[in-house]
């Protein structure tokens, strides 16, 4: 993520309003158990209203104007037989940001009632594409410098609350007898170490490449970077009692930045091809399981793409869901791994960043105000800014002045930092949970670990746990705080040390924390205060009649960014603008339709996966003009329409086309009626089109 490399452009802006807190959670209620272990799944639809800046790139990344891939939030439910719940949420999101996820148990109890859940009891964690939306952060610092355009859009966020907890709810509320399986798997080719010489200055560094030494070599990068990783895909499959997969979490260490910062598209990027890949090949005819990916210890790991763009996304994504299908396994009689009994406890506790003392070398203490390095204004070495020239990595100070911060040369003078990012402003509070399910210990981790500072986090949970327990690192979960690594990686001041705000030693704290609640004497009662909610100055940043500049020559931009070459099927069609009231999508859904013998049309591909792009190219107070590309083709010798549901209800259908009849982009398929149904000779409509919840 490049959130602060435009950020010295926003210090001199003082209009800061401040949006309301969400209301206090009500306690969590009694719950008993039904004597078996319980579990539901389901995913909703998270894709904003378009406009939306897109968060993790600052100004080098674009805005929401088009959707390629929807962003979901994937929710699955787990209650053991005393009534204890685990609550695991992935969210295509940048980040999960602290007044989000209070936000959301808010709603749970209010809308939907379930009161026996307690925030101790969800671990919410983005799946941290930089391709969904800014604007939403508790904080006027993220909000400030995540995204192209500061602000923050109350709508945006309270839609985001909404939608994730409905989600969970229809999860709780879809619980039936359950069976859960493990397995680990290593897979390599997928992901490489970005900042390979931070990662060998780890003790820990010789011993993981000689254990990965039969991994593949990087394609693209330095051979050794894809053996610098932790290769390991963790599955948990959840079956109902006939064996049909419920749902599988996922876990594994990847930045989702195969697609570049500048494409103007909402995508859940590689993690959401991959989830939705996973999906059909797990499908049964009468169930599709929900796979929720949550992302590890990724701080230095990136895909090993040759290049950005959605070729390499799509064969990424593809491959990482091979993988799930391949470890989860097809079906009940080919899953392999182990069972997994036992039961569910849930601690969470709030740790304060800011002039902590850790266990180590005498006085040790985390940095008393946050303070980015001057490394980061250059960029990651898989993604640099346009300052890189000028601000390499490697910004070091021969000695250190600012106690916590080590030899980090500040991006900018800490006082005028200060100064635009008073400390109030920044995200001082950072939750750590850890959730035992049996003898598996999920730890939900607040922000970005390097992959030895994630071994580092779980030799702590081993060594503080009572007996046998087996780690599994969430990051990006329930805050974001930063980057965290190790002290001999923050020594050296590359982008991931620069970007760790609270000095050498936070991630250090952190992985104690994480010990200390692992803990047998560790309170089971979370804090009952809630996280600061000051995002500051409010902003709209959803497309409206007056923005058509904003989307002049759009499609000739998304057909660059895209990397189309060639004709592909166009169809355009109008609706009445989209608003973010409403329990289903905002954007369009799309279906492809093929001809039967019999002359009736039939469902042959959505918009649930990578095959369309949509996006808006007229804008009216009344009516909005779309254009929808089919980046397929129909089978040879059939004939083929789209079918569109808008947001409003209404239903648009296009003249038949064939494989054969290309398109081309310019010139869109006309439009039809969708009346041409033997079935309906009464020509009235019965729209079998899918419902994206």
């Not at 009534?83 to 940001?97: F, H, K, N, Q, R």
């Not at 709508?155 to 007898?177: G, K, M, T």
């Not at 600012?402 to 950072?430: H, Y």
């Amino acid at each position: 993520m490049h959130w602060f490399a435009g950020s010295i452009a926003l210090l001199t802006c003082v209009g800061l309003g401040c949006a309301s807190a969400p209301a206090r959670p009500a306690s969590a209620g009694l719950h008993p158990g039904s004597g078996t272990l319980l579990a539901g799944a389901a995913k909703l639809d998270i894709t904003p209203l378009a406009g939306m800046p897109l968060g993790a790139h600052s100004i080098e990344g674009g805005t929401g104007l088009a959707r390629w891939t929807r962003l979901w939030a994937r929710a699955i439910y787990v209650e053991d037989e005393l009534g204890e719940p685990l609550v695991l949420v992935a969210c295509d999101l940048w980040s999960i940001p602290a007044g989000l996820g209070e936000a959301v148990l808010a709603r749970i109890h209010d809308h939907h009632g379930i009161d026996w859940l307690d925030r101790r009891h969800l671990l919410i964690a983005a799946t941290h594409t930089h391709h969904g939306p800014a604007g939403f952060a508790s904080n006027r610092f993220y909000n400030r410098a995540a995204g192209p355009v500061m602000g923050f859009d109350p709508a945006l966020h309270e839609f985001l609350a909404r939608r994730i907890a409905d989600a969970i709810a229809e999860a709780v509320f879809a619980r039936e007898p359950a069976m859960l399986r493990i397995e680990r798997s290593s897979v390599g080719g997928l992901a490489r170490n970005r900042s390979l010489e931070p990662f060998l200055a780890n003790p820990e560094a010789d011993p993981l490449l000689a254990a990965n030494h039969e991994l593949p070599t990087c394609t693209a990068a330095q051979p050794e970077a894809c053996k610098a990783i932790d290769p390991t895909l963790t599955t948990l499959r959840i079956d109902d009692g006939e064996g049909r997969a419920i749902a599988v979490a996922a876990v594994f260490a990847i930045h989702p930045t195969a697609m570049p910062g500048q494409a103007d598209v909402y995508t859940g990027d590689l993690i959401g091809i991959a989830s939705h890949h996973a999906e059909l090949a797990l499908a049964d005819p009468e169930r599709e399981p929900v796979v929720a990916i949550f992302n590890g210890a990724e701080a230095d790991v990136s895909a090993d793409w040759q290049v950005q763009g959605r070729a390499n996304t799509r064969a990424l994504g593809e491959r990482l869901g091979q993988a799930i299908v391949a470890a989860a396994g097809s079906d009940s009689g080919c899953a392999s791994g182990r069972s997994i009994t036992g039961t569910i406890t849930n601690r969470m506790r709030r740790v304060s960043l800011a002039d902590r003392s850790v266990e180590g070398p005498e006085h040790a203490r985390t940095a008393k105000r946050a303070l980015p390095g001057k490394a980061i204004l250059g960029g990651a070495e898989d993604g640099y800014t346009r300052y890189h020239r000028r601000w390499p990595e490697g910004q070091t100070v021969e000695r250190s002045r600012r106690a916590g911060q080590g030899n980090k040369r500040p991006a900018i003078p800490a006082a005028l930092f200060e100064l635009g990012f008073p400390r109030w402003t920044m995200v001082e509070q950072a939750p750590v949970s850890v959730h035992r399910l049996g003898p598996l210990l999920f730890a939900g981790l607040p922000g970005e670990f390097s992959t030895v500072m994630g071994m580092q986090v779980r030799q702590a949970i081993r060594a503080a746990a009572d007996g046998e327990v087996e780690p599994i690192l969430i990051g990006l979960a329930d805050e974001y705080a930063g980057y965290f690594v190790t002290p001999r990686e923050f020594a050296l001041q590359h982008y991931e040390g620069a970007s760790t705000l609270w000095g050498q030693y936070s991630a250090v704290l952190l992985a104690q924390s994480v010990a200390d609640l692992v803990a047998p004497e560790a309170p089971e009662r979370p804090d009952s205060s809630l996280a600061r909610f000051d995002p500051g100055q409010r902003r709209d940043f959803a497309l409206h009649a007056s923005d058509d500049r904003r989307i002049a020559d759009l499609a000739e931009r998304l057909a660059d960014q895209l990397d189309l070459e060639g004709p592909v099927a166009t169809f355009e069609f109008e609706s009445a603008p989209p608003t973010w009231a409403g329990s289903g999508s905002t954007w369009p859904t799309i279906t492809i339709e093929l001809r039967d013998p019999d002359a009736a049309w039939t469902p042959f591909a959505d918009d649930r996966g990578p095959a369309f792009v949509v996006f808006p190219i007229a804008l009216d107070r009344t009516r909005w003009r779309w254009q929808v590309w089919w980046l397929e083709s129909a089978p040879a010798n059939r004939q083929a329409r789209f079918r569109v549901l808008a947001s409003d209800g209404t239903v648009a259908c296009s003249s038949a086309f064939s494989a054969t009849i290309s398109a081309d982009r310019q010139s869109a398929i006309q439009a039809s009626d969708c009346f041409d149904r033997p079935e309906h000779p009464d020509g009235v409509e019965h729209n079998p089109g899918l419902l994206i919840r």
